[in-house]
């Protein structure tokens, strides 16, 4: 073991069972890898466990009171009252709820670089002033590592343990920071690779052999835009995913401008319909499209905060949950502006409501939660490993601490969630069993290490833009 992954692995063991641990090592390119063998452990009489599993416990939550769960070799081993630890180390969870971590699917986890960029542009204005540009100037390994080290710790931070991170994959060297910090991350992580950079399908098949060796840790996904004048560029895409055998990942009527590029023919002539397909946003379809979409099965990731943002429109969600479509929540990178799934959740019920003046509006509570959690596992095609505390699947999990003033006075645990739940309201957060948030903390010096790295990255990047005639981004120095 070298000495700075060992100083890692005495941090979280710190965190985990009690004391604070010595300032982190120097900030460095990379990071190591959140450590395996935090070990079994019994999370013992939660005062809700949110299972996701109506078989374990009541209602479509499956909700169990008191209950506990048996965490074995980074799978869910048991759940239920009275579970006998066997000697195991456990963890008193007395007044906390314990649930599945939440699914992101949809991110572009590199854009944490320019939070807070062109607030006041629509989706195209932002893009122009915001990412184009980005592609134009040197934005390499080191620069893409320290954007998406400091967007996963955001995520581990809300509760995420799963994120589909669409990458730009704007150079090789950016797709190999992009990788390295999400592997360095421990989340479990899907990469959306966009193929229309040089390299095409080989680079592609490359990457999805590399990221086999993850096993169940990491999936693999080609991304593409689909457009009428593009055709080629998309036929491209879906033969390749189709040669792979992944899903094909778009944006789709994002904008209220998509429309008039004809971006479903664009998908029908392109071949994407004959596989798996996951499309982002799915705001501006027609009721033919929406059921199109469904009769293909095609997956759908919802971003009420990212179209929020971008005064992008608002996604007919219970008209496409009536067509049958599988969605998932997602964050969506830097138009998210700071990762947290409770107001995402929040978003996606109250749009919905304040659109149809229907507080019964779909997604009601259990709604919006199984769609934040079993229902993104479901559109990554990962409901088998991850989504529910079903015994057998991997041990993904938060522990929410309800004693914070934002929860009081407890009331009804599912619904407090939704409404008032924070980010620092996540107490633990369990990735395979392994802890990668304890006691409310990151390990101590990440978030230390990573402000400064991206700070440092984002100086260059500026300073790139400048060099080459780019404005950079108002308000940056
Ligand atoms: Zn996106």
């Avoid at 693999?220 to 055709?231: I, R, S």
Wanted: glycine share 12%; proline share 6%.
């Amino acid at each position: 073991m070298n000495p700075s992954l060992r100083l890692t692995v005495l941090c979280l063991v710190a965190v985990l069972v009690g004391p604070g641990c010595a300032s982190g090592p120097e900030p460095a390119a990379s990071e190591p890898r959140a450590p395996h063998g935090v070990g079994d452990l019994l999370i013992r009489n939660a005062s809700l466990l949110i299972t996701m599993d109506p078989a374990l416990g009541e209602g479509p939550l499956g909700i169990v009171e008191g209950g506990d769960v048996l965490l074995e070799g980074g799978r869910i081993a048991a759940v239920g009252r009275g579970l006998e630890g066997r000697g195991r180390k456990s963890l008193d969870a007395s007044g906390k709820i314990v649930m599945p971590g939440f699914v992101d699917t949809h991110d572009h986890l590199w854009q944490s670089i320019i939070r807070g960029c062109a607030a006041d542009r629509d989706l195209y204005g932002w893009l122009e002033a915001c990412v184009y540009p980005l592609g134009r100037v040197p934005f390499g390994a080191q620069d893409a590592y320290a954007a998406v080290r400091l967007a996963t710790l955001g995520l581990i931070g809300t509760g995420v343990t799963t994120v589909l991170d669409w990458s730009h994959a704007f150079n090789p060297g950016f797709v190999e920071g992009n990788l390295r910090a999400l592997r360095d991350s421990g989340l479990r992580f899907v990469f959306a690779y966009w193929v229309a950079p040089p390299g095409g399908c080989s680079e592609a098949a490359r990457i999805q052999q590399d990221l086999v060796g993850e096993g169940l840790a990491a999936g693999f996904q080609v991304a593409a835009h689909p457009t009428l004048a593009n055709l080629d560029q998309l036929k491209e895409a879906a033969r390749c995913a189709g040669e792979l055998h992944v899903p094909l990942n778009v944006h789709l009527g994002e904008s209220p401008k998509d429309p008039q590029q004809k971006q479903v023919r664009a998908l029908e002539l392109s071949g994407a319909f004959d596989g798996s397909l996951l499309a982002d946003h799915a705001i501006h379809l027609t009721d033919r499209e929406v059921e199109l979409l469904a009769r293909h099965r095609v997956a759908v990731a919802h971003n009420p905060l990212s179209n929020m943002r971008l005064a992008s429109g608002i996604m007919r969600l219970p008209e496409m949950h009536g067509a049958g479509l599988r969605i998932g929540l997602g964050l969506d990178g830097g138009t998210a502006d700071g990762p947290d799934m409770f107001a995402s959740m929040k978003a996606a019920v109250g749009l919905q409501r304040a659109r149809l003046q229907s507080a019964s509006a779909y997604p009601g509570i259990a709604d919006v939660l199984r769609m934040a959690t079993l229902g993104g596992a479901e559109a990554l095609g990962l409901d088998k490993i991850t989504g529910s505390l079903t015994p057998g699947k991997r041990a993904d999990l938060i522990i929410l601490d309800t004693k914070g003033a934002n929860f009081a006075p407890r009331w009804d645990g599912p619904s407090q969630i939704v409404l008032n739940g924070q980010p620092a309201n996540v107490e633990y957060v369990f990735v395979d069993g392994r802890a990668l948030k304890a006691e409310g903390r990151l390990p101590e010096g990440q978030e230390k290490n990573a402000v400064q790295a991206v700070e440092a990255a984002a100086h260059r990047v500026r300073a790139a833009l400048s060099a080459s005639g780019v404005r950079p981004p108002a308000g940056g120095d």
